[in-house]
């Protein structure tokens, strides 16, 4: 019985519990119970919950760095999940035959005499369109987990519906979309349904996903009509602030928090003098919680986000200037910032992808973290507390920002 492990599993179910209590049982009443109580044992107990709270999400594993689990995905609310395990923080769920995930345990509310059926059918679709973004409208019998990936050359989304069986007999599409392309299905696993929705341009400039009633929307936004910075509604999220302070300067001791912050109303002056409407997560030294960051820019809806930090290292000799993003649909963003950046005589710390920080989590607009360069390197930290310096650096990402929009208007 050392195997089992009794601690913090499923809370006050404790039906680990009741296996061993069967066992306990068979053990007194000869080998046929036996045998039927490791049948028992064998037929895994699945608890069901809903998702819950703001922003759930999946993660791939349970994470060991400071960035926690690498994040699969966000969720809809009242998404089914099927709970198998529980490793501390988390619940592990079985989102089909053959692939699980973890999910905070906050965010699952458990449900009562849920009965799964043999199936979850999907049925046929809908494809539209409106003045901003095109839909794509799958029926289905339940709210089931659902991924999505960005790919490029051509630009295509790639929505997997966990433990979803194909009944769609015909998709609808309608002239009123105008940003997708084509629409398609495969059923690649038994219970994984895939869509892929291919879209007019070369740049991915966002989407949402998420239900109504059991109805799977994707939400693709078009290409800004007029392709200029005049048009463009930037959003602009200094790091840190509050009680948060971020890395210090080597040498000085200056806060971070305080650096990004005047580095983002300096761009924020630019991009406003260029016609651009603006929105800041922060523009005094207060306390903003990612989640409530994601939460009033996906009620901001902008064209893009720039997240401004510095960073820091144990190894004081490491300087330099970086740029992040997560999705590949977005890098290009990232990369036409970092070559402005490296104007500045800044090291290459270079280009970073499939990055786990929040703010490069959203798929609903293209966005950027600038790493501008390293407090903890006396010479990147004398640049950085320098009022010029984060003028030019502000002046930079302007350009990178311009260089971008000239790329994808091709």
Request: charged share 25%; aromatic share 10%; hydrophobic share 40%.
């Amino acid at each position: 019985m050392g195997s089992l492990k009794f601690k913090g599993r499923f809370g006050s179910y404790g039906f680990l519990k009741i296996a061993v209590i069967v066992i306990g049982i068979a053990c007194f009443t000869g080998s046929s119970a036996q045998n039927d109580s490791i049948a028992i044992l064998k037929k895994e107990i699945v608890l069901f919950g809903k998702t819950q709270g703001q922003m759930p999400f999946l993660k791939y594993g349970p994470g060991i760095d400071r960035l926690g689990g690498a994040k699969m995905t966000y969720l809809d609310t009242s998404v089914v999940l099927q709970v198998v395990d529980s490793l501390k923080d988390d619940y592990i769920v079985r989102l089909c035959r053959n692939h699980q995930a973890f999910i905070p345990k906050e965010q699952v509310k458990f449900v009562n005499d849920f009965r799964k059926p043999d199936f979850y059918l999907t049925s046929s679709w809908n494809v539209s369109g409106d003045e901003n973004y095109d839909y794509v409208t799958i029926g289905l019998d339940e709210r089931l987990p659902y991924q999505s990936i960005q790919l490029i050359n051509p630009s295509r989304i790639v929505v997997d519906i966990y433990g979803a069986t194909c009944n769609t007999n015909w998709i609808t599409q309608l002239k009123t979309a105008k940003e997708i392309k084509n629409v398609y299905h495969e059923q690649i696993e038994d219970d994984v349904f895939r869509v892929t929705i291919e879209l007019k341009h070369i740049q991915h400039w966002g989407y949402s996903i998420k239900y109504k009633k059991n109805a799977l929307i994707v939400a693709v936004k078009h290409q800004p009509e007029h392709l200029s910075i005049r048009h463009m509604k930037i959003a602009i999220d200094a790091g840190h602030g509050g009680t948060s302070t971020g890395a210090t300067g080597a040498k000085t001791g200056i806060e971070e928090k305080l650096c990004n912050l005047q580095i983002a109303q300096k761009l924020e002056k630019l991009l406003k003098r260029s016609g651009a409407e603006v929105f800041m997560t922060r523009n005094e030294d207060i306390d903003v919680s990612m989640v409530d960051r994601s939460l009033m820019l996906r009620e901001a809806n902008p064209d893009l986000l720039i997240s401004i930090h510095n960073n820091a290292a144990s190894n004081p000799n490491v300087k330099g200037t970086s740029t992040y993003y997560r999705y590949i649909g977005f890098r290009s963003l990232s990369v036409a910032i970092l070559d402005r950046m490296l104007e500045l005589g800044l090291n290459n710390f270079g280009n970073i992808g499939s990055f786990n920080f929040s703010l490069n989590g959203p798929t609903e607009y293209p966005n950027c973290l600038v790493e501008v360069a390293f407090l903890s390197n006396e010479t990147d930290e004398k640049l950085i507390a320098d009022q010029s310096f984060q003028l030019k650096v502000a002046k930079k990402i302007r350009k990178g920002i311009n260089d971008w929009i000239r790329k994808a208007d091709k």
